[in-house]
């Protein structure tokens, strides 16, 4: 999920959107894309988990290698039980695990953050405020339309999978951030044209399609040479600079199945 380096002062509200954004993703996966995330729960592959995901989005993957990970971890092996019980009962399952899953990342994060009593009460105040994803699949509540908004200052583009490669650069700096543009003209026309600039150039990351920003640490696959996000990829600064050839997780993946 998110890599934290280093203790960041985090507000309670940011864990209430980071907790949305996460709740959103997986409400998707579980509902309008139910028929998507059915195919990729396949029950001849290994154990497979479901994650909602910071930007809104989910994905199936497999578990984090690393021990103990760096976020609480999802029910593992989800896609056994898919065959061998009713469709309703199964997404019925996953919803109550997932629920589980996102109290335990939200008050993870209470809880590296220093959070006191009067902090936890009102996250979870502000948690208990919306319906469980168990409810939104199982027709008990009716699911809010706006029932999450996008996660911080991400301008989101909807471009799955094509993503700007940046300006090129020594494949060895792995940890660098993605480049700026180098037609930057003194910044005249940052506030007019940002549209313009996510379509003629921008680097947007090869996981969740959000745009580069300054502030972000960034890494680039050594094979398929995309920039990710590195709390899309779930790597730190700090562990970067241990790993001599970085593989993103679609790479990875690719290479298990040859």
């Known amino acids: 999920m998110e890599g934290i380096p280093h203790p ?23 509902t309008n894309e139910v028929e998507k995330f059915y195919q990729q729960c396949d029950p001849e592959k290994e154990n497979l988990c479901l994650y909602g995901l910071p ?3 989910w ?15 999802p029910a593992l092996g989800i ?3 898919r065959d061998g019980m009713q469709e309703k009962d199964w997404l019925s399952l996953v919803a109550v695990h997932s629920d589980s899953w996102l109290l335990a990342v939200a008050f993870y994060f209470g809880a590296r953050f220093g959070f006191g009593k009067s902090e936890r009460k ?24 706006d ?9 989101k583009s909807k471009s799955s999978g094509k993503t700007s490669r940046p300006e090129p650069q020594p494949k060895a700096v792995k940890m660098s951030p993605a480049p700026p543009k180098e037609d930057d003209d003194n910044g005249e026309e ?24 300054n502030d972000e640490f960034w ?38 199945r040859v």
Not at 147 to 155: C, E, K, L, V, Y
Request: hydrophobic share 30%; charged share 30%; net charge negative.
């Open 147 to 155: 029932q999450s908004g996008p996660p911080n200052n991400s301008t």
């Open 55 to 57: 930007n809104e989005t």
């Open 79 to 81: 896609n056994f039980a």
């Open 190 to 213: 940052e506030d007019d044209d940002e549209e313009g600039e996510e379509e003629q150039g921008a680097t947007l990351c090869g996981a969740c399609g959000d745009n580069y920003a």
């Open 122 to 145: 009102r996250l979870f105040q502000m948690i208990n405020d919306l319906p469980t994803i168990f409810e939104v699949v199982t027709g008990n509540v009716k699911q809010p339309k």
């Open 219 to 256: 890494i680039c696959c050594d094979i398929c040479e995309r920039w990710f996000h590195g709390k899309c990829v779930k790597i730190t600064p700090a562990k970067a600079e241990h790993i001599k050839q970085y593989k993103c997780p679609s790479c990875s993946s690719k290479r298990a």
């Open 8 to 30: 960041i002062p985090r507000t309670v509200e940011e864990v209430f959107s980071d907790f949305k954004a996460r709740r959103a993703g997986l409400i998707k996966a579980l």
């Open 59 to 73: 994905e199936v993957n497999l578990p984090v290698e690393e021990v103990p990970p760096e976020l609480p971890e």
